[in-house]
């Protein structure tokens, strides 16, 4: 009776250890593979954009619903795909700043304060600014891909808002 218990117990050890050790491989074989298709997308992405130019401490005046008048300074970086951003940039650098002044003319400044509101200004500049090229240019369609703030201050009655 002993050794049937012994016998028992040896094999239901073996049943745990046989099971914990399938579940760990099954687990360990799907978390490995994972990264490797995030990795696949995230070098597709940098493929996509892998063009940089920055445009850095445009001073702006916005004004929310009430009418109070505040300054927004802002730093930001476009992404593209096209290889001679730099050069378009340079060349519609005052098109595309006086493309921006118009687009946060028409956004209150409080929307800025929330990340939803940044967002749709990313948007909206990532649009107009394609818009604006493909008008100059019909080969520079599609030209901006991303935009990202490198800075976002707003100033009003001595405060700041980041």
Partial sequence: MNNKLIYILIALILILILTISAGGYYLYSTIEHKPEVQK????????????????????????NNKGDSKFLKVSFAIK??????????????????????????????????????????KDSMIQEFNKLLELSDPTLKGTVKEVLFLSLVIKWKNTYYI
């Fill in 40 to 63: 696949e997308v995230v070098i597709e992405k940098e493929k996509e954009a892998a063009f940089k130019f920055e445009f850095t401490d445009l001073v702006l005046n916005i004004t």
């Fill in 80 to 121: 593209s795909s096209n290889e001679k951003l730099p050069e378009i940039m340079e060349k519609y650098k005052s098109d595309l700043t006086d493309s921006l002044i118009t687009i946060v003319s028409g956004i209150d400044s409080n929307s800025l304060l929330t990340t939803p509101g940044k967002q749709t200004l």
